[in-house]
């Protein structure tokens, strides 16, 4: 069965966060002028339009900052993967990112879930950056 799920397709200015995902580390951009993180990859500084930016790896660690999940597939080509969990992840640098959680249930999710980055290697030589719950570290929201 081929597989039909859309996948990106790097560019110049994204490269390296892909790049990053390969070797199993987390790249996020920041700015030189005003110190702020930068994600998703861009060209200039969403907070002062410096172009002057670096590539830095990062932990990858986050919270959940918003949740859904899916029951009904987003895109025919994932009828197979609902439940999708779908979450906005806040990693500790502050930037967000749209990502699906791996290793839970429906009902491990909460907003301010402490996450951890998997790199889901995909046949096409393409790696994932998905989000699974952080062991260990006791969930603020649980008592
Ligand atoms: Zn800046």
Redesign the pocket.
């Known amino acids: 069965m081929v597989d039909e799920r859309p996948r990106p397709v790097p560019i110049d200015v994204t490269r390296p966060f892909w790049d990053g995902l390969a070797a199993e580390e987390v790249r996020l951009q920041r700015?030189r002028?005003?110190s702020?993180w930068v994600f998703y990859p861009r060209p200039r500084?969403s907070?002062?339009l410096?172009d002057a930016l670096d590539w830095h790896t990062v932990s990858g660690r986050g919270t959940v900052y918003s949740y859904t999940v899916a029951r009904q597939p987003t895109h025919p080509a994932f009828a197979a993967d609902v439940p999708q969990l779908l979450a906005i992840v806040e990693l500790d640098e502050g930037v967000r990112m749209t990502a699906t959680l791996v290793d839970a249930a429906p009902n491990d999710l909460r907003v301010g879930l402490p996450v951890e980055p998997v790199f889901d290697h995909g046949h096409d030589g393409m790696s994932l950056l998905r989000f699974r719950p952080r062991k260990g570290v006791p969930d603020p929201l649980q008592h």
Do not use: P
Request: proline share 0%.
């Open positions: 700015c002028d005003c702020s500084c907070t002062c410096s």
